[in-house]
């Protein structure tokens, strides 16, 4: 059974109607230490823009639909929170509350389940860490929690993933029966107090609420995450933030919500214009040298040398990456996609094109169309132009993508049968337009 968000308390008191009362809370865990950022602060406090990630947590939290909000401050840091629990709440900052955190992630997150209201019969565990969740993402998980079931969001493991014993391989893990888990996590109050006091009682530390909850024998289900909703760990992790909130797209987004609360404050302005096209250049170089079969544009080569890369070596597919990155003014290939995002080791050019297609629409932007160029010896491409091109543009959500090939009379890398060198040029235009045209 579901619930509705809020109950209306009947009656009035000295003549003055009560306020609907939440029967959600959000607890949102921001005690812990950010070892990994190494930015001399508490996680939750270092800054994204002009703003913390705690701050941008909070927005997205108070633009979705009314809710208790109690914040798990690391120790001493309790007053910085209240600062930014109503600095984000406007209006609503009734309904949040500030609590200190314990030494561990389960101490804390039952430090704000002491500080739930009566009334709250559907809780959400949230990580300040993820911090662009949008609105829906968290509506859509307080909906789908019914009276004996836990939820939480997933993403599709990308990864290919071998079961290892120290150094060596033992064998394959199927993917698809994987998924990569996310807040916030939602559940029925009752049972996760249950379920919180047995592992305390305990002693055993879970590693997240989900696999508490389903300790406890309750059932938990998944429904689709937001990639918006990747947690904030590494340097590198921070600057993917940045970039996001690099447009208006991000305060749009959290304004976005149909909901009665407040819109989020709005962001500082672009660096970047996003009201004409603009146009990107992108270049890769991959060796041959790699294992398995050749990955180039898109398509597989049987029987042809393979490139070596941090992925799958598909060179064409790097340098249209790095061209609409570029046009957009979102970093680069290795900010999104390098040594510092293991998840995509071995990913092809679908998973490559589509979320960089992704990031741009975060950002406001649409695709119009790439024109891509690779030097190269082998393989031999025009009688499978149109099945690469095809490849391609389905991948970038049916963008038009042209790609054409040369020799180049046996001089330099590529011509010396090296390798394979590619140069892209794209065109990107504000959303806006796209739908305007």
Do not use: C
């Amino acid at each position: 059974m579901r619930h509705p968000p809020f109950f209306v308390r009947a009656g009035n008191v000295n003549g003055v109607s009560m306020l609907p009362v939440p029967n959600t809370a959000i607890i949102v865990v921001a005690a812990g230490s950010g070892t990994r950022l190494d930015a001399g602060a508490p996680k939750a406090f270092v800054g994204i823009d002009t703003h913390s990630i705690l701050r941008h947590a909070l927005d997205g939290v108070f633009a979705a639909a009314p809710a208790q909000v109690v914040v798990v401050a690391p120790e001493g840091f309790e007053g910085d929170a209240e600062a930014e629990l109503r600095a984000a709440a406007g209006e609503r900052a009734e309904l949040g509350r500030v609590v200190t955190g314990g030494d561990t992630r389960q101490k804390s997150v039952a430090a704000g389940l002491d500080a739930l209201w009566g009334d709250v019969r559907t809780v959400l565990v949230h990580d300040a860490a993820r911090a662009l969740t949008t609105p829906a993402a968290i509506d859509a998980v307080a909906a789908a929690v019914d009276d004996v079931t836990g939820v939480i969001p997933t993403l599709p493991v990308i990864d290919t993933l071998k079961k290892v014993d120290g150094d060596d391989i033992v064998g394959p893990v199927d993917r698809s029966e994987l998924a990569a888990a996310m807040t916030p996590q939602g559940f029925p109050r009752d049972l996760l107090e249950e379920a919180y006091a047995a592992a305390l009682a305990s002693g055993v530390e879970y590693t997240d609420d989900a696999a508490l909850f389903a300790a406890a024998g309750h059932p938990v289900r998944r429904i689709d995450g937001s990639p918006r909703g990747f947690k904030i760990t590494t340097p590198a992790d921070l600057e993917r933030a940045r970039h996001l909130l690099n447009t208006d797209s991000g305060a749009s987004a959290r304004s976005a919500h149909t909901g009665s609360g407040p819109t989020a404050p709005i962001r500082p302005a672009p660096l970047l214009s996003v009201s004409m096209p603009r146009v990107g250049l992108g270049t890769d170089v991959h060796a041959f040298g790699g294992e398995g079969t050749l990955w180039l544009a898109g398509l597989e080569w049987p029987g042809e040398q393979p490139l070596s890369g941090h992925s799958d070596g598909d060179a064409v597919a790097h340098a249209i990456v790095d061209a609409l990155l570029g046009a957009a003014g979102l970093g680069d290939i290795g900010e999104h996609f390098g040594t510092a995002h293991p998840e995509y080791s071995g990913a092809h050019a679908e998973v490559f094109l589509d979320r960089t297609r992704e990031i741009l629409a975060e950002a406001g932007f649409a695709i119009g169309n790439v024109s891509v160029q690779f030097q190269g010896n082998r393989p031999r491409f025009s009688p499978r132009r149109a099945e690469a091109q095809q490849a391609l543009s389905a991948a970038l959500g049916g963008a038009p993508v042209s790609v054409t090939a040369t020799t180049t009379d046996g001089l330099g890398f590529a011509g010396r049968g090296k390798g394979i060198a590619v140069t892209a040029v794209a065109l990107v235009v504000p959303s806006s337009v796209e739908e305007s045209s």
